[in-house]
């Protein structure tokens, strides 16, 4: 029998109080924004300032890195503060390839922001492992991936990419917002960091805006230390009660999402054999383009968000959710609440997404009511 804990042990134990002198069972709240210095000006406590640390903060960190099995892991106040960060700590001239299925923001924020750094990008399907070997440059110096990607659930192989990147002295950095370590680890297929949203799955409540990254004990050491001070320096940190959100939330990460892939899977096969729908994108239907890929990288589920498309333009498309009774109809993803939107018209100008396309996010409801609500609003 293997000493190896499970997750569900490691997420409890990682989240819970340390040398807390009053025996309390639960996590306190630090909400200090700033911490007392001894007389001959030390900090006892090794606290200064909130932007700095916080004690919330450094027990959240310390269990994302323990269980992703990461050297480090640093919270934000957002994933897009995640990811500006990983950007920043890029230089002018650099060239970063990104896929050409990602989150709508990570390509607005590259085109519009970064692009006055002089910093370029090149946009490639990274299902395709030819295109990604055929956009490395001479100053490609990151290559991002997002698997399953956002909204078309198309699967990378991380371990394959992660060898591109460091054969031609590039970063690999992998979103793994849909999966959590749950059901995808990056930084053991080679990522040298993975960056979350930990607003979705890890909050699980839609009550949390915060965001993190984990780097592998491969990550060159002068790369970590230069993400740590673009956090300090940037100040888009998490609040004490945004941590402390999120720690808790932790605890009980496995158990919603194996209810939530369970319901996305049914939800899936459901709309696989309906005649109305005429696509279904969800890597665990056996006949997605890398579904073997997707067994391999995730082989317990490939989460609880998949897309279907339905009727021929945006107009039909959104008839058919708004007669939707149990999915709100709102933005985001991960809560234990069901959520449904027309992508394209959230997406707007810089949008790739197919106009019929609309995006689940799968709740922990029972799936029998789900799938009666889909089936009425099919009709």
Avoid at 109 to 119: I, P
Avoid at 304 to 321: P, R, T
């Amino acid at each position: 029998m293997t000493n190896k804990k499970h997750f569900e042990t490691v997420a409890i134990q990682t989240t819970e109080p340390n040398q807390d002198e009053t025996g309390s069972v639960a996590n306190a709240i630090y909400p200090s924004t700033t911490f007392k210095r001894e007389d001959d000006g030390s900090f006892k406590s090794g606290f200064i300032y909130s932007r700095k640390h916080n004690p919330n903060r450094k027990l959240l960190e310390s269990a994302l890195a323990t269980i992703e099995s990461g050297k480090r892991a640093f919270a934000f106040a957002s994933g897009m503060a995640a990811i500006n960060t990983v950007l920043q700590s890029l230089q002018a001239g650099d060239h970063v390839i990104v896929p050409d299925d990602a989150y709508y923001e990570l390509r607005r924020t590259l085109g519009e922001l970064f692009s006055h750094w002089n910093l370029s990008h090149t946009q490639v399907d990274m299902t395709d492992l030819a295109q990604v070997n055929a956009a490395v440059q001479d100053n490609t110096r990151l290559i991002w991936i997002e698997s399953p990607s956002n909204p078309l659930l198309k699967v990378s192989d991380i371990k394959a990419i992660a060898d591109i990147a460091h054969r031609n002295g590039a970063l690999c950095v992998v979103d793994n917002t849909w999966c959590t370590p749950v059901l995808q680890q990056p930084l053991n297929l080679g990522a040298d960091a993975v960056m979350y949203s930990t607003t979705k799955y890890f909050g699980g409540h839609s009550d949390s805006l915060s965001g993190a990254l984990v780097v592998s004990d491969s990550a060159p050491q002068s790369w970590v230390e230069q993400l740590a001070n673009i956090q300090n320096l940037s100040g888009a940190v998490p609040s004490a009660f945004d941590c402390w959100l999120i720690t808790r939330g932790i605890k009980t990460m496995k158990l919603r999402m194996q209810q939530q892939v369970k319901n996305a899977q049914k939800l899936a096969r459901f709309f696989a054999e309906h005649q109305v729908v005429q696509q279904v994108h969800y890597p665990d239907l056996p006949n997605h383009p890398q579904h073997e890929l997707a067994q391999k990288q995730m082989p317990d589920g490939c989460g609880a968000m998949l897309s279907i498309q339905v009727g021929e333009d945006q107009a039909e498309s959104m008839q058919v959710i708004a007669r939707l009774k149990l999915f709100t109809k709102a933005t985001s993803l991960g809560g234990v609440e069901s959520l449904v939107e027309h992508r394209r018209s959230v997406e707007g100008a810089v949008s790739n997404t197919p106009k019929n396309l609309i995006r689940i996010s799968v709740g922990i409801e029972h799936i029998d009511d789900l799938i009666t609500d889909w089936e009425n609003a099919l009709k």
